[in-house]
């Protein structure tokens, strides 16, 4: 493997990165970039995390509420596009964008929290209904609990309008140079069916691919991946999921799902790299998931760097 100095311009030092002779050495050469690359995805993946764009966009996410399953599955039911929910006066109040006229309102189910009797559980006033004989304490002095739900009307951002919420980009670009098709002829070698759908029949939500088990007793991961123009950040995807195919198609109930998708980005990261294109915004995609992602990424090194030589393997034949 050649070595680069300052002077290399950026195309040349991606030639140098990714030529490896075939001489004996070559598997112990590609391992050693390989591990070299996920530790410059490590680095930037700790200056995401610092940077003030990603600080602007978590500022943004914490004013989104975490809605209960049973909350998610009335908006989904309700406006299956849904991404961003919030209330009118919030989406007026915290991010200056306003309800658009004739929209019709999600409606969900909103605890009612208030003073709760330490006996019977209920507010003062059905206290008083309730035939509960407890009054040791004053009603003023009792703690705040959860009496019941109430429904309450939220909408989605595509229900809005105003000023934009930050995003953070973490698109791949470059030429991609026929990757797609060979990736999808590597996935058939690796033993995963693969299908890339068009957008408008795809089902999944915000996701842009996904690996599943379609049956308890299948062997062979199902990967589907939502079409679009940018056929470098396809690909992307495709390894993406490939990873997780690979690594976490036997599911472990005890795994953490944020470290899943730190390796299998990481993959993604090294794989599109390795083909030469611009993979960098993987570090905001991965400081997205999981506030310890670069601990993660030194922590699985092997695991990571294994899989996107299985991969890059695969390609290349």
């Given at each position: 493997?050649?070595?680069?100095?300052t002077?290399?311009?950026?195309?040349?030092?991606?030639e140098?990165?990714?030529?490896?002779d075939?001489?004996?050495?070559?598997?112990?050469?590609?391992r050693e970039?390989?591990?070299?690359w996920?530790a410059d995805?490590?680095d930037?993946?700790?200056?995401?995390?610092a940077?003030e764009q990603?600080?602007?966009?978590?500022d943004v996410?914490s004013?989104?509420?975490?809605?209960?399953?049973r909350?998610?599955?009335?908006?989904?039911?309700?406006?299956?596009?849904a991404?961003?929910?919030?209330?009118?006066?919030?989406w007026?109040n915290?991010?200056?964008?306003?309800v658009e006229?004739g929209?019709?309102?999600?409606?969900?189910w909103?605890?009612i929290?208030?003073n709760?009797c330490?006996?019977?559980?209920n507010?003062?006033s059905y206290h008083?209904?309730?035939?509960c004989d407890?009054d040791?304490?004053?009603?003023e002095?009792?703690?705040e609990g959860?009496?019941?739900?109430?429904p309450t009307?939220?909408?989605?951002?595509?229900?809005?309008?105003g000023?934009p919420?930050?995003e953070?980009h973490?698109?791949?670009y470059?030429e991609?140079?026929?990757?797609?098709d060979a990736?999808?002829?590597?996935?058939?070698?690796l033993?995963?069916d693969i299908?890339?759908?068009?957008p408008?029949?795809?089902t999944?939500?915000n996701?842009t691919?996904?690996?599943e088990?379609r049956?308890?007793?299948?062997?062979r991961?199902?990967i589907?991946?939502?079409?679009?123009?940018?056929?470098a950040d396809?690909?992307?995807t495709?390894i993406?999921?490939?990873?997780h195919?690979?690594?976490?198609f036997?599911?472990?109930?005890d795994?953490?799902?944020?470290?899943?998708?730190?390796e299998?980005?990481a993959?993604?990261?090294?794989v599109?790299r390795?083909f030469?294109l611009?993979?960098d915004n993987?570090?905001f995609y991965l400081?997205a998931w999981?506030?310890?992602?670069p601990e993660t990424?030194?922590?699985?090194?092997a695991?990571i760097?294994?899989?996107?030589e299985?991969?890059?393997?695969a390609?290349d034949?």
């Open positions: 493997m050649s070595t680069t100095n002077d290399t311009t950026d195309e040349q030092a991606l140098q990165t990714t030529s490896f075939d001489s004996d050495g070559r598997a112990d050469d590609m970039q390989l591990d070299a996920i995805l490590a930037l993946t700790d200056e995401a995390l940077s990603f600080q602007e966009w978590l996410q004013k989104f509420h975490d809605y209960s399953h909350n998610t599955l009335l908006i989904k039911l309700q406006c299956p596009e991404t961003k929910v919030a209330g009118f006066w919030t007026k915290e991010f200056d964008r306003y006229e929209e019709n309102a999600i409606w969900i909103a605890p929290i208030t709760r330490p006996e019977c559980e507010s003062p008083e209904q309730s035939g407890y040791e304490t004053d009603p002095e009792w703690s959860l009496v019941g739900f109430k009307s939220v909408f989605d951002i595509s229900q809005t309008d000023e919420l930050p953070l973490t698109d791949t470059g991609s140079d026929g990757l797609v990736l999808l002829d590597a996935g058939e070698t033993g995963f299908e890339i759908v068009d408008s029949d795809w999944h939500g996701a691919g996904v690996c088990r049956s308890p007793t299948t062997t991961p199902v589907e991946v939502v079409d679009r123009d940018n056929s396809l690909a992307g495709l993406h999921e490939f990873a195919a690979i690594l976490h036997e599911p472990d109930a795994e953490d799902e944020a470290k899943l998708e730190v299998a980005e993959v993604a990261y090294i599109c390795y030469g611009d993979a993987s570090k400081a999981d506030g310890d992602a990424i030194h922590d699985r090194l695991r760097s294994r899989t996107a299985k991969v890059i393997t390609v034949e």
